[in-house]
């Protein structure tokens, strides 16, 4: 006998097929059969090739895609171009604290591609490193207001917004927490 889905061989009793799961129709028992029916199951995940799920955490997305991806792009290649147009716009003259701007402006941006690469890699410490990334996003930005003459509180604001939106991600999302086994 034969699973008419697959085309795979099939023992009579057998009431779904073992490598596709369909359920086969009812043959004719012969004598020797119906004094003992087989029980009825189900095929096993070993048979049937498929996960059994246990709630939604196993059937949310795995893998680098969605918002996780765009965070990656972001944060890997258009920080660093963003840091780069921002420092050829920079004019520190006459200003003392120039230098400690521009190295931790450069710092954070090289912090933001680290975590970044670190995600698409699927790096275990990669959740923790952009959540750090994130909170020296926002203390940089903090710094900037104290300690630049001339605060950008349009800067500071939209900063503080993808940081908080961000580290609700990393810190909620199933696609994080199956891709890299927690969320932080």
Partial sequence: ??????????????????????K?????????????PAPARAPSEHETGAKEHDGDAETA??????????F???????????????????HTAGDPWA???????VAVALFGTTAGVLLFRVH???????LIYLLSLLFFSIGTL???????????????IYVVVWTAYFTTS????NTFGSNA
Avoid: H
Wanted: net charge positive.
């Fill in 1 to 22: 006998m034969f699973c008419p889905a697959c085309g795979n061989e099939v023992l009579a009793e057998d009431l779904f097929c073992r490598v596709c799961g369909k």
């Fill in 24 to 36: 086969l129709s009812i043959q004719a028992s012969s004598p020797s059969t119906a004094a003992t």
């Fill in 61 to 70: 997305p795995k893998e680098i895609g969605g918002w996780l991806l765009l």
């Fill in 72 to 90: 990656s792009v972001g944060a890997t290649i258009l920080n660093p171009l963003l840091a780069v147009s921002a420092l050829l716009q920079l």
């Fill in 99 to 105: 230098a400690l701007y521009i190295v931790s402006f």
């Fill in 124 to 130: 275990r410490w990669a959740v923790r490193v952009a």
């Fill in 146 to 160: 104290v300690l630049v003459s001339r605060p950008d509180n349009g800067s500071l604001l939209r900063n503080v």
């Fill in 174 to 177: 199933k696609r994080v927490k």
